[in-house]
């Protein structure tokens, strides 16, 4: 069994507050990410929302943050209802100048059951190269575009 985390880093062409606000801001996060009814960067804070298999399956996922380092880091447990396994998910944050490197890892993947195709690593290391190299560097490029 690989009980290696998946780690994905990207820099982004946007300063670590406008990266901190896209990964903490609900009404942000909705358009990169997941469409949350409430989000709040605060220990303890629980929420859920609905995601999507390959095959169209849906899924609640089930998560309660864990750790916040204003600007820097955004923690937060990540389940699926009905299903056993628990894993985490971090986001660091790194100003470079004007750019930010944002380091995503998404530990504890192993616990999820390894028959089901939507919990196999590959389907994780897909989901989050999009979402971490093509929907948030998107919705950042537009944002930086406006401002």
Not at 27 to 56: H, I, N, P, V
Not at 72 to 99: C, D, Q, R
Request: glycine letters at 8%; one cysteine or more.
């Amino acid at each position: 069994m690989n009980n290696q985390p998946f780690v994905i880093e990207r820099v982004y062409n946007a300063p670590a507050h406008k990266v901190w606000k896209a990964i903490t801001s609900k009404e942000e996060m909705k358009q990169w990410y997941f469409d949350l009814s409430d989000f709040k960067a605060e220990k303890g804070f629980e929420f859920s929302f609905m995601g999507e298999g390959r095959t169209c399956e849906k899924y609640t996922h089930r998560c309660k943050v864990t750790e916040v380092i204003v600007g820097k880091k955004l923690s937060y447990t990540w389940a699926y209802e009905g299903y056993p396994g628990m894993s985490e998910v971090t986001f660091e944050i790194f100003p470079e100048g004007n750019k930010t490197r944002l380091r995503l890892t998404h530990s504890g993947l192993e616990t999820f059951p390894q028959s089901n195709s939507d919990f196999a690593p590959g389907s994780f290391a897909e989901g989050w190269t999009y979402i971490a190299g093509t929907a948030l560097k998107d919705f950042l490029e537009k944002v930086e575009a406006k401002s």
